[in-house]
């Protein structure tokens, strides 16, 4: 079955302590993205990659970090998370630039 | 980056047809026009998408306007399943923007 995969689903945590949320897909797809979901604000794009190696940023890139290493996975990366960044987190692929976009479950963060 | 501008809401009765409209004056001659719902507690789900033509699938019917600066999402028969947030977005140059879509709400 063709999906994105986010982990972990829910995380608690505290101010400071570095976290990764997973994304895998496997669909093949050269095109990931990350988006942030808040009450009021709609979706909001983090970063995106093109393919391998090839990351750029979206609107809010401040405070999260990815890398591209290999096709299928596009982790993001809360280096020193704030409570600034509770949030609900979603992932995406599509085949490339325009076309239909699959998204993850989501990942709810809380930072206290 | 262009935007799309829509209604905040829209209500429905079951088994009628929904036009959920879209403007997007600001567009350019690359962008692809995608719609996307999203229903509570889950994440964004792909309804259809064109370029300059209009389109359907077994989801829905995307009507373009000649000039591209306008589209209308057309839902057949709503059914209760169908009541959800609709994003209209325009996607070209790798970066997308969701607004605050539509609330769709469909009357039993």
């Known amino acids: 079955e063709a999906q994105v995969t986010q982990n972990p689903r829910y995380l608690i945590t505290v101010t400071g302590k570095k976290l990764t949320v997973t994304c895998s897909q496997n669909?093949?797809?050269?095109?990931m993205s990350w988006y942030r979901q808040d009450p009021g604000l709609g979706l909001r794009q983090i970063y995106y990659?093109?393919?391998?190696?090839?990351?750029d940023k979206g609107d809010v890139p401040e405070g999260y970090k990815v890398s591209r290493k290999e096709k299928r996975n596009f982790p993001l990366i809360l280096e020193s998370p704030s409570p600034n960044q509770t949030s609900l987190y979603f992932c995406?692929?599509?085949?490339?630039?325009?076309?239909?976009?699959?998204f993850g479950d989501g990942t709810r963060l809380s930072i206290l | 980056d262009a935007k799309t501008t829509q209604p905040n809401s829209m209500e429905s009765n079951e088994e009628e047809p929904v036009h959920l409209p879209c403007n997007h004056s600001?567009?350019?001659?690359?962008?692809?026009i995608h719609w996307y719902r999203q229903l509570p507690s889950q994440g964004p789900e792909y309804v259809i998408h064109?370029?300059?033509s209009n389109v359907n699938n077994r989801m829905a019917s995307l009507a373009i306007a000649e000039d591209r600066k306008s589209s209308t999402l057309i839902l057949h028969r709503a059914t209760l399943r169908d009541a959800a947030v609709y994003y209209c977005?325009?996607?070209?140059?790798?970066?997308?923007?969701f607004g605050a879509g539509t609330t769709v709400t469909v009357r039993a």
């Open positions: 995406a692929s599509s085949s490339y630039q325009g076309q239909p976009q699959h």
């Open positions: 669909m093949n797809h050269e095109y």
């Open positions: 990659s093109m393919n391998v190696e090839v990351t």
């Open positions: 600001t567009i350019s001659g690359t962008d692809y």
């Open positions: 064109g370029l300059t």
């Open positions: 977005i325009l996607f070209n140059d790798y970066k997308l923007s």
